[in-house]
DNA sequence: CCTCCATC
DNA sequence: GATGGAGGC
């Protein structure tokens, strides 16, 4: 997933309080919707259901998280992918097969009963579907969120409206919106701040990486960082056996780029994923307006269509009128 | 992922 | 208040 830059833009994280995200912020829907699907489940690795065995953990993720961030001041806006460039194709095929395999591996271990490997293979196996995607923005709708459909990556128009001036921060799990040129960008941004890994809890904090703050302390161009992420591997290409951020950094630095990628993969023309990056289709049109939540609405469709808890689902929008109604309405709008 | 609750 | 574990649908 994403660009492999983490080793490189660890020394760039900024600590971010809920005080500095109060802003608007466009979030990666499709990034968001694959992180409530993969951890969201049970030790077996089910995820939540209703009654008709439709998949609810991505309603579940989402609803609460957003109310979460509403009450915090914060103005979320969710992008979705629209259709992936042509040169996305490999990649594409090669996750679905990666997928196709870890499904088969999963129900392998559950008929054997080995909890742990089942587990994890659900996870490897999980997939966004045309009804997750439609259910979660229905239910965004309902929140009051306005959803944009990207013409294409959904990480490529999230940078755009940050550049743009109309949101302030871009927000995901991976780096991709920096080689799209955002400005900023929040990443290990949840409410309960922690997470199990390898069994353990970790507390993870919300961070920003700030674009500028980059390019100047590695001292390159948004062009060169592009130019490194096409080197270490992206979405959409490959990268170059052996190189990782650091190697990339001095290729890109004594301006190697070129006659590295000509003598390493001389099939391989960079300039159209380059290109893509540095000028990606996007929307100019969006419309963002936040509205009110549907209390009824939400109601109808979580709980009696999908079967949440109606205490639950009331203790929620409880806290989110309350907040709503101590604010003027200039202040929500 | 999130909430809730027990525990310190 | 912070932490850890169970359960959500």
Same mark, same amino acid.
């Given at each position: 997933m994403g660009v492999a830059l983490r080793d490189i833009l660890s020394d760039y994280k900024n600590p971010a309080g809920w005080d500095k995200l109060s802003g608007k912020g466009a979030f990666d829907g499709n990034n968001a919707l694959y992180q409530f699907l993969t951890t969201i489940?049970?030790? &077996?690795g089910t995820p939540l259901m209703d009654r008709e065995g439709r998949v609810t953990s991505h309603l579940s993720g989402m609803f609460f998280r957003v109310s979460n961030f509403l009450e915090k001041g914060m103005k979320p806006v969710f992008i979705f992918d629209g259709r992936p460039p042509d040169f996305k194709s490999d990649t594409i095929k090669e996750r679905r097969e990666a997928k196709e395999k870890a499904e088969i591996a999963y129900k392998r271990a559950v008929s054997v009963g080995d909890t742990q490997e089942a587990y994890k293979q659900a996870r490897s196996a999980t997939k966004v579907d045309a009804e997750i995607i439609e259910s979660s923005k229905r239910l965004l709708s309902l929140m009051g969120i306005p959803v944009v459909d990207a013409p294409s990556e959904g990480e490529a128009q999230a940078a755009f409206m940050v550049i743009n001036g109309d949101v302030s921060f871009t927000v995901s799990q991976d780096y991709d919106s920096l080689l799209f040129g955002a400005p900023k960008l929040v990443r290990n941004l949840t409410v309960s701040r922690k997470r199990k890994v390898r069994g353990r809890t970790i507390t993870v904090n919300p961070e920003f990486i700030l674009l500028p703050e980059v390019l100047f302390g590695l001292g390159i161009t948004v062009e060169n960082l592009i130019e490194m992420g096409i080197l270490i591997g992206t979405d959409f290409n490959e990268g170059i056996r052996g190189v990782g951020a650091k190697t990339a950094l001095k290729i890109v630095k004594n301006d190697n780029f070129d006659s590295f990628i000509k003598e390493k993969?001389?099939?391989? &023309?960079?300039y159209p994923v380059k290109e893509f990056f540095l000028n990606p289709p996007c929307h100019r049109d969006y419309n963002l307006k936040w509205d009110k939540t549907d209390s009824d609405k939400l109601f109808e469709m979580l709980c009696e269509e999908y079967d949440f808890s109606h205490a639950r689902v009331e203790s929620v929008l409880d806290k989110l009128n309350e907040g709503a109604g101590q604010k003027t309405l200039d202040q929500w709008f």
């Open positions: 489940r049970q030790p &077996d993969a001389p099939e391989f &023309d960079p």
